[in-house]
């Protein structure tokens, strides 16, 4: 089985440093030419990528890089090689209600995501991969890899984000499923997605085990994420062509819930073609990116500060690492950049 002949670790250093710096200063290659080569044979691996970019930076704490001997070809690369390779840092967040996907502020008055992180999280150079808008909530990933972050956004790459979303009408399944399909015209473009699920909200009330989709579900039902504290009106934003009716009272029985998948993250996307459509969004909720799910914790993934406070479902504001099985979604996509 192919082996690589050299392997270095990352080094105890913080920050970052160009790949042909690096290769130079811990490795036998000395020289920037022998450097060229050996990028140009495709015998370098990052994080199960071969790159052939001299000037890559990468980060001395979340790397690993493998050099490979003559003998193995790009084409003889197997998995071993590969799953020995150290994965970036990436996070999983469960983004609550009227909070900004930024790490700062210039307002200085609104809370953001990095209030979730301890500062030694951060300083590691963390970014959100794509955004969820202020009234969203659910999974947000965050990473230390740029490529990663890039991959995953592409929609040429087709890698599929699934919501749930509480809409004012009642759906009929099969004609927005076909709308959706077919692309929703805007005035911010046409927007296409995949109708994965639709219930009348009155039908769910009947059975207790379907309410909690997800964390307060059934306040969500009630007074919707996205209110006015004084007075119990809801926050409206016009994101169809007509304005978003606004009622102090929320009448269960015009409302319905749908799952929906989309393979790309424009502005305000979903609510906005669900509101050409007919069905103005109240709430909207993110609970799979590609393979990695909000779910359930365990004590696998339960970050540092969770041990002690394991709960049935991941509350709001709470962050964990990926499990095996996302880890290993991850690779995957590595071996494809």
């Not at 304005?243 to 929320?250: A, M």
């Amino acid at each position: 089985m192919p082996k690589s002949t050299g392997s270095s670790s990352a080094a105890s250093s913080s920050g970052t440093i160009k790949l042909g710096d690096y290769l130079k200063k811990y490795t036998i290659y000395t020289s920037r030419k022998k450097i060229k080569k050996l990028l140009r044979a495709k015998r370098v691996i990052i994080n199960g990528q071969i790159t052939t970019n001299i000037s890559r930076k990468i980060s001395l704490n979340d790397f690993k890089i493998t050099i490979l001997d003559d003998s193995i070809s790009e084409e003889n690369i197997d998995d071993q090689t590969l799953n020995e390779i150290k994965l970036p840092t990436i996070l999983v967040l469960n983004k609550p209600c009227n909070v900004l996907t930024t790490l700062s502020d210039e307002l200085k008055s609104r809370v953001c995501v990095n209030n979730f992180f301890p500062e030694k999280i951060l300083k590691m150079g963390l970014h959100p991969i794509g955004r969820l808008d202020q009234h969203s909530t659910g999974l947000l990933l965050f990473t230390t890899d740029g490529k990663l972050t890039q991959y995953l956004l592409n929609p040429k790459n087709h890698v599929p984000r699934e919501y749930c979303c509480i809409v004012q009408g009642i759906v009929n399944f099969e004609s927005l499923k076909l709308k959706l399909k077919n692309g929703v015209e805007t005035r911010w473009g046409t927007f296409h997605g995949k109708l994965l699920e639709s219930k009348h909200i009155k039908n769910i009330l009947k059975n207790d085990e379907e309410i909690n989709l997800h964390e307060n579900f059934q306040q969500h039902l009630v007074h919707c994420c996205c209110k006015q504290q004084k007075n119990e009106l809801l926050f409206t934003r016009q994101d169809g062509p007509n304005p978003f009716p606004s009622s102090p009272i929320i009448d269960k029985s015009t409302l319905s819930m749908i799952k929906i998948s989309v393979s790309e993250g424009k502005k305000r996307m979903i609510r906005r073609m669900l509101a050409y459509s007919g069905f103005p969004v109240l709430n909207l909720f993110r609970y799979k990116f590609g393979e990695i799910e909000l779910g359930n914790l365990n004590d696998d993934n339960l970050n540092d500060d969770q041990h002690e406070e394991k709960e049935e479902f991941m509350e709001p504001g709470k962050y964990r690492n990926l499990t095996i099985d996302e880890g290993e979604w991850i690779k995957s996509l590595y071996r494809r950049m």
